[in-house]
């Protein structure tokens, strides 16, 4: 069983910046693939960025020169940094990590007012 925990959302400006940190309770080597998701209201949930355990990372078109995906495999943390943030960036953000299942965490908020 792998537990995940986020922090890091808020409230910021348009154009601020926000770090998103996901910490597993087992050793993240041992996670294949942790990335990051969100959903906004009456959306549904996409993938903003992952990274493997070898350090492939992905990202999606709307996030790509503005969010950085890295993990800290002695901490045992995933980070998501934000920059530039838009209106709609505003989502609530879920930290995802998969091994032979899926795990999720249970969200934070991310709100970037105009």
Not at 10 to 27: D, E, I, N
């Given at each position: 069983?792998?537990?995940?925990?986020?922090?890091?959302?808020?409230?910021?400006?348009?154009?601020?910046?926000?770090?998103?940190?996901?910490?597993?309770?087992?050793?993240?080597v041992?996670?294949?693939?942790?990335?990051?998701?969100?959903?906004?209201?009456?959306?549904?949930?996409?993938?903003?960025?992952?990274?493997?355990?070898?350090?492939?990372?992905?990202?999606?078109?709307?996030?790509?020169?503005?969010?950085?995906?890295?993990?800290?495999?002695?901490?045992n943390?995933?980070?998501l940094?934000?920059?530039?943030?838009?209106?709609?960036?505003?989502?609530?953000?879920?930290?995802?990590?998969?091994?032979?299942?899926?795990?999720?965490?249970?969200?934070?908020?991310?709100?970037?007012?105009?």
């Open positions: 069983q792998v537990q995940l925990v986020e922090s890091g959302g808020g409230l910021v400006q348009s154009g601020g910046s926000l770090r998103l940190s996901c910490t597993a309770s087992v050793s993240i041992s996670i294949r693939s942790m990335g990051w998701y969100r959903q906004a209201p009456g959306k549904q949930r996409e993938l903003v960025a992952s990274i493997t355990s070898g350090g492939s990372t992905n990202y999606a078109d709307s996030v790509k020169g503005r969010f950085t995906i890295s993990r800290d495999n002695a901490k943390t995933v980070y940094q934000m920059n530039r943030l838009k209106p709609e960036d505003t989502a609530v953000y879920y930290c995802n990590g998969i091994t032979w299942l899926d795990y999720w965490g249970q969200g934070t908020q991310v709100t970037v007012s105009s």
